[in-house]
């Protein structure tokens, strides 16, 4: 069974950084595109970061510069590495990935609180 843990979300101050960090559970699983999303209170979750296979990426322009995602395709995890926070990053920071074979998939979230 697929599954996707995030880890690394906590409370940091604005200007902070933190790193979140997802794998995908099980070996045999192959992630092509993987990212990230989030979701703050009463609004509709919004793409973050994407990353094909292949490393290219892609950003929402309310993260580019601050934020980056990489992955590591030995260990099935992608990263999200968060810079200079602001207030208006504080959410829900989902995983997605699109797994072979098996479908798209959501990991549970992981919870961000950036503080002024």
């Known amino acids: 069974q697929v599954q996707l843990v995030e880890s690394g979300g906590g409370l940091v101050q604005a200007g902070g950084s933190l790193r979140l960090s997802c794998v995908v559970s099980?070996?045999?699983?192959?992630?092509?595109?993987m990212g990230w999303y989030r979701q703050a209170p009463g609004t509709q979750r919004e793409l973050v970061a994407v990353?094909?296979?292949?490393?290219?990426?892609n950003y929402a322009d309310s993260v580019k510069g601050r934020f980056t995602i990489s992955r590591d395709n030995a260990k099935n995890t992608v990263y999200l590495q968060m810079n200079s926070l602001k207030r208006e990053d504080t959410g829900v920071y989902y995983c997605?990935?699109?797994?072979?074979?098996?479908?798209?998939?959501w990991g549970k979230g992981t919870l961000v609180t950036v503080s002024s």
């Open positions: 990353i094909t296979s292949g490393g290219s990426t």
């Open positions: 099980g070996s045999i699983f192959v992630a092509d595109a």
């Open positions: 997605n990935a699109d797994i072979r074979l098996h479908g798209n998939y």
